[in-house]
């Protein structure tokens, strides 16, 4: 989601069971999308949320599928920061973090909240961080998504086992 034209969301998280997987690079950026997603889960009313932090965004989908497997969670939230440089490892850890954490959604059924932010800049990545001046929450904006997939899955179609 971006900010113009973004609903807004309002979910009811009582009761569901959140993995909350967050990458370290870019310490500022990560600190805010982190506390936006923890705000936004304490709103939510969700209790149970188990934090796993990794190096980058690249490790998040190992991450998020290891907690996948485990069973158990309702949604998960990725967090993580990408800034372009001048070398294609830009291109290559966006799309290996993207690809990852689709195949976890799809490949086990819960959804996987994208917190990951692909930035030119560190300036961009502070304007969307939550952080006090911020123009956007992505951390929040993540969390939430997650929570309104896990809930509407819920209602549509209940995980077996």
Not at 39 to 65: K, N, Y
Not at 89 to 94: A, E, L, R
Request: glycine share 16%.
């Amino acid at each position: 989601m971006s900010g113009d034209g973004s609903p807004e969301l309002q979910v009811d998280g009582s009761g569901l069971r959140v993995g909350l997987i967050a990458a370290r690079w870019h310490g500022e950026i990560m600190a805010g999308l982190l506390e936006g997603a923890q705000r936004a889960l304490a709103e939510a009313g969700v209790a149970d949320v188990t934090l796993v932090r990794v190096a980058g965004s690249f490790e998040l989908p190992v991450a998020a599928a290891r907690l996948a497997r485990t069973g158990g969670y309702d949604a998960l939230v990725a967090l993580g920061v990408v800034i372009r440089g001048g070398t294609p490892h830009f291109d290559y850890v966006c799309e290996a973090a993207t690809l990852g954490l689709t195949d976890v959604a799809v490949g086990t059924g819960i959804p996987v909240g994208f917190g990951v932010l692909t930035v030119d800049n560190e300036s961009q990545g502070l304007h969307r961080a939550g952080l006090r001046g911020s123009r956007e929450d992505k951390g929040r904006e993540a969390v939430l998504s997650a929570l309104e997939t896990a809930v509407v899955l819920r209602e549509v179609a209940p995980r077996q086992g």
